[in-house]
């Protein structure tokens, strides 16, 4: 078992402010339990100072930061330009609506995108929303009623995204009346792959779903408004989809008139090493979703581009908020294009993901290691029990080497699977890379000799304070 590393205060602060939220009634009897087992179950931090590749507990206690406020932060934390140029946005507009910083920021973000055919932007604050958005305007756009989502995909968490999601069937639970207008087709790659299926046969068979299936059983060809799909199965862990499928959803959507919306919030902006996920495939969505990246890790800031004729005029769409495009996610966003540019941080984020890529090659080898995924900096290593016949579940295993890699010094995700995920900042010194996966692999190694328990995983439901 790895020992309880968390100090005095960041514990203190856990068991103080846990309870105050969800699941809180259930943190008790959940740190008793592990207790009585001999593990501490708060497995969290509680970030007291983030720079640059670093993040700092309130015990003082550094971390590499892999976690990347959920990959947020494609320039490491806090950069200090970003910072300046949100605090000159302040001091200037505070906020209003109607600044010129919304225009300059549509400006250089259309310049950047897949294709000039996506020539129209709408702000949005989240990615949640920005999905959202996209969904609203696939369906007046095309006046049908259906869209097209995947298995294992994350979208968000409002109403709308958790229907449209397809990570946790959990999570429609008593919302069933609502998913009305949702196909879930099959996403490759995903752990729901059949037994005895190459992963070849099970791309043509996801494709052969969407252009045969859906239509044939379920809904008229002619009522679907889109497929929804992310380049890179981000929350779902990490999962690189292949080339052939991207293609083949393309051509489907080009033969049956549907429209295609990638939702770049997490793949976009560098973390795969190109500028979007999608640019690895070479094809052109009709609509794209942005956020995350966007904001600098500084302010929020998010949206969506589309074609021409599909959002330059278009009665029936609505979208945005009060804080859609604030002055200050703006500038955020200004900044952050400018140092990608400045610093070539896309071109440096894929020879990071190469270097990282390198020193994961052989980690299929430890028996614990069942899957080494990486596309640029979208990095996931998933795990499972070697012994198959043991009662033991696959996430306790990523999770006591997630532990071990936060005793000793390393912050990296492992919510619901049993993945670890990773989303280094875009310039991450080399070095502190390197020392990271190096951390990681010793973890693999010291969980591999020492073996796994239930108690090695935080008993905590997640989602309270950043796994
Ligand atoms: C692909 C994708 N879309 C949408 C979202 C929701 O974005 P946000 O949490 O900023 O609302 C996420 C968040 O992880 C995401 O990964």
């Known amino acids: 078992m790895s020992e309880n590393f968390l100090g005095a205060k960041t514990q203190a602060m856990l068991e103080r402010g846990i309870p105050l939220f969800r699941n809180g009634l259930k943190f008790e009897s959940e740190l008793e339990k ?38 947020t932060n494609p320039l490491g934390n806090a950069h200090p330009e970003i910072i300046e140029a949100v605090h000159q946005a302040h001091l200037r507009y505070g906020f209003h609506y109607d600044h010129p910083l919304r225009y300059e920021l549509a400006e250089k973000l259309l310049a950047i995108m897949p294709d000039r055919a996506l020539s129209r932007f709408n702000y ?11 969904v609203h305007l696939a369906l007046t756009h095309t006046r049908r009623r259906y869209i097209i989502s995947f298995s294992s995909s994350f979208h968000g968490e409002s109403l709308g995204t958790k229907l449209i999601s397809g990570y946790d069937g959990a999570k429609n639970r008593y919302l069933e009346a609502w998913t009305g207008g949702v196909i879930r087709a099959p996403y490759p790659y995903s752990d729901e792959m059949p037994a005895g299926m190459s992963q070849e046969q099970y791309v043509d068979f996801c494709l052969w779903y969407l252009d045969n299936h859906i239509p044939k059983s379920m809904v008229p060809r002619d009522n679907i408004a889109a497929i929804l799909i992310e380049p890179g199965l981000a929350e779902g862990g990490n999962w690189i989809p292949p080339t052939n499928f991207l293609q083949g959803i393309r051509a489907i959507c080009d033969k049956n008139d549907w429209l295609m919306i990638s939702d770049e919030v997490l793949t976009g902006l560098g973390r795969t090493g190109k500028m979007w996920g999608i640019d690895h495939y070479e094809v052109v969505p009709d609509i794209l979703v942005v956020g995350k990246n966007l904001s600098g890790g500084i302010e929020p800031c998010a949206g969506i581009a589309a074609r021409d004729e599909i959002l330059g005029d278009n009665d ?49 080898d430890y028996d614990i290691v069942r899957q080494v995924r990486a596309n640029g900096l979208l990095v996931g290593v998933g795990f499972h029990s070697p012994d198959p016949a043991a009662d033991a579940k696959n996430w306790w295993v990523a999770r006591a080497v997630r532990s071990q890699m936060l005793a000793n010094g390393v912050w990296a995700i492992s919510d619901r699977e049993d993945t670890i995920r990773m989303y280094p900042a875009l310039n991450m010194d080399e070095a502190v890379l390197r020392e990271g996966l190096g951390v990681m692999e010793d973890a693999i190694r010291h969980v591999t000799a020492q073996g796994f328990h239930e108690g090695d995983s935080p008993a905590w439901p997640t989602g309270v304070a950043g796994f």
């Open 34 to 71: 592990a207790g009585r087992r001999g593990f501490r179950a708060a497995r969290q931090i509680v970030v007291d100072k983030a720079a640059g590749d670093f993040i700092w507990d309130l015990d003082g206690k550094r971390y590499i930061d892999f976690q990347n406020g959920w990959a």
């Open 124 to 134: 949005e604050v989240s990615g949640t929303e920005a999905a959202e958005a996209a």
């Open 316 to 364: 029936a769409f609505s979208s945005g908020s009060t804080f859609a495009g604030t002055p200050a996610g703006c500038a955020a966003g200004i900044k952050t294009l400018e140092l990608y540019e400045r610093e070539g941080l896309v071109a440096n984020a894929a020879r990071l993901g190469r270097i990282a890529s390198e020193i994961m090659s052989t980690w299929e």
